[in-house]
């Protein structure tokens, strides 16, 4: 009890100035959104002094919740785990509208012009298109396959892609499929069969021209390139673990915290303490990094000199940091029970973390890996900053 009093005081304590300062003009740069899973919320927090400004309630179900952010940064649009849409108005801090578009949904993309919102959902399997602005409903599009068409698919890995398009993966069908909102009217879909069994994840470089699929019904990735005519899925790292003990999986990695940085692709391994290291031009496999535990996320810091990872349990207490010039660990440290994500501010100067069993986000110099703050909050789970907003494939 004496440890809530304490947050709850702490909490009101950091929100009474900006609330305060409120109506004053501002820029939205520096703002973000931290995801309280436990509560159904999100805490608007700013980098310039490392504060939370508000919290916005009423976002649903968020355990597995991400956002993106309108081009202006003005809009947050959060995909909650119960088929929730939710449009937050960073500078007012309250809710523009939401939509319950489906039953069980896996996350979003934003189109590159900024004025079409994709959700990929489970159930029912296929993905939605909303307009950006009001949130009616563009593009209902099932991910059905078979014989008959008969049957849906979850889907995953849904990213953005240059000239108003997007891609995801179809986990049951191992099919990928673009949609081309292009042309005024229906979208034009195409597809693309032999991904792989069951992909899990996906996610595209930052120039929407690499797509790399991760599998977990076999022991390797799937590569498309997108400038490539026609489009051609390719296996890449097959057989990384062949020939050894296949491990149990305590948590499935995000491809979306991969690294890319001084020519290669630092991923994390299905069930292996290991970080694969991948050139960026052949993708195949130039080293690999052991780990502590079963990496989810495998991070760059902007600048691309270092790669944060954490972990799945019972090893997601711990952070460990890789040296990319020399390829070794360069720091291991312990932050916290359940160390869930990461976020860089944009020039890397410092990382965010949320650490959702102590109820804490701390604030780590990527320098000197000293403490500089922490922020109460309740089960603290995903971090995006605005910066994301003018970014592909997030």
């Known amino acids: 009890m004496k440890q809530l009093l304490s947050a709850l005081l702490l909490s009101t304590a950091l929100l009474l100035p900006a609330q305060a300062k409120s109506d004053e003009l501002r820029g939205t740069g520096d703002l973000g959104l931290i995801i309280e899973r436990a509560t159904g919320a999100a805490l608007i927090v700013e980098t310039t002094d490392n504060t939370i400004l508000k919290q916005v309630q009423g976002l649903g179900d968020v355990s597995h919740a991400s956002a993106v952010y309108s081009r202006d940064e003005r809009y947050a ?85 240059p000239g108003r398009r997007f891609a995801f993966t179809l986990w049951d069908a191992g099919e990928t499929w673009i949609a081309d909102f292009s042309a005024e009217g229906a979208p034009q879909i195409s597809k693309l069969d032999n991904i792989g069994e069951y992909p899990y994840d996906a996610l595209v470089t930052g120039d929407g021209r690499h797509y790399i699929a991760g599998l977990f019904g076999e022991d390797g990735l799937t590569h498309i390139d997108f400038w490539q005519t026609p489009l051609q899925p390719k296996r890449i790292l097959a057989g990384y ?44 496999e130039v080293g690999r990094v052991p780990v502590h535990g079963q990496p989810v996320f495998a991070m760059a810091r902007p600048d ?91």
């Open 241 to 284: 673990g062949r020939g050894e003990r296949k491990l149990p999986v305590y948590k499935m990695p995000h491809l979306e915290g991969w690294a890319h940085a001084d020519g290669l692709f630092a991923l994390p391994a299905i069930g292996r303490h290991e970080i694969l290291l991948m050139d960026d031009r052949s993708f195949e």
């Open 304 to 394: 691309g000199r270092q790669i944060w990872v954490n972990f799945a349990p019972p090893h997601n207490d711990t952070i460990q940091v890789i040296d990319v010039p020399s390829r070794s660990i360069i720091k291991t440290f312990k932050p916290g029970p359940a160390v869930l994500h990461m976020e860089f501010e944009p020039r890397g100067a410092e990382v965010w973390m949320s650490v959702r069993d102590a109820g804490e986000v701390h604030v780590y110099d990527t320098s000197t890996f000293e403490k500089k703050q922490v922020l109460p909050a309740q089960k603290p789970s995903g971090i995006f900053f605005t910066a994301r907003a003018h970014r592909l494939g997030l």
């Open 77 to 161: 649009y959060v995909f909650g785990r119960d088929g929730g849409l939710t449009k937050i108005d960073m500078l007012k801090g309250v809710i523009e509208k939401r939509v319950v578009q489906g039953g069980n949904s896996i996350g979003g993309a934003i189109s590159d012009d900024g004025t079409l919102i994709a959700v990929s959902n489970y159930e029912p399997g296929g993905v939605k298109v909303f307009d950006a602005a009001s949130l009616e409903l563009v593009a209902d599009i099932p991910a059905a396959y078979g014989d008959d068409d008969d049957v849906r698919s979850k889907v995953i890995g849904l990213v953005d892609l």
